[in-house]
């Protein structure tokens, strides 16, 4: 399985901004499961699973892992996803999906600059960025994340995805804490921390 996955594909990135099917990645990325076990683990119908099931392989982003014979002779496929993280273009994002995916860029800089807000609160410092500001940061992020995560493009996973997650995305916001816009913001942290 490979690291990362940029998606480039504006059809896939579209399946990526359903919930379900994301949820779906996530499981999977964990260990391969079947059609079955995933309706129960999400409480849905076998036919809603195997339809998501189906977008989802034909837009490359899940494979059949192994097959076999389970109980009263049926096959089981088990599923995996053919990256351990997805990360959208966003140079593809369709317009009335950008809100969507910012959210979830907004919920990853919060809880990061949290993280940072802990670490430089010990040298009596804090960090002052207003509402407006965290979604133009979030905006900057949601930019450069896939040029950062290039580097993980095409290799081989070797960590578990949250990891690898954390990685990115601090690399990313180091990269955007460089740029003048934000230079000014981050530049009494970067010195403490």
């Known amino acids: 399985m490979e690291a990362v996955k940029i998606v480039r594909d504006v059809n896939a990135v579209k399946l990526l901004a359903d919930p379900v099917r994301r949820e779906i990645l ?3 990325a964990t ?3 079947t059609e079955t ?3 129960e683990k999400l409480s849905l119908t076998k036919p ?6 189906t977008m989802l392989r034909k837009a490359g982003l899940i494979r059949i892992k192994y097959a076999k014979v389970g109980p009263h002779g049926i096959l089981q496929k088990y599923y995996e996803p053919t990256a351990q993280l997805f990360i959208e273009d966003w140079q593809v994002v369709p317009e009335e999906l950008r809100k969507y995916f910012l ?3 907004m919920e990853r800089l919060r809880g990061m600059l949290s993280a940072l807000q802990l670490v430089v609160e010990k040298n009596g410092k804090k960090i002052e960025i207003d509402s407006k500001q965290t ?3 979030a905006h900057d992020i949601a930019r450069q994340v896939s040029t950062v995560s290039e ?3 095409k290799t081989k996973a070797t960590e578990d995805g949250e990891r690898l997650l954390i990685k990115i995305y601090s690399e990313t916001l180091r990269t955007v804490m460089k740029q003048s816009s934000w230079k000014r913001l981050f530049e009494n942290i970067q010195e403490k921390t």
């Open 31 to 33: 260990e391969p499961l």
């Open 135 to 137: 979604k133009e940061l």
């Open 37 to 39: 076990q995933l309706a």
């Open 48 to 53: 809603s699973i195997a339809h998501h099931l």
């Open 103 to 105: 959210h979830g860029h």
């Open 26 to 28: 996530r499981l999977i």
């Open 151 to 153: 580097k993980y493009e």
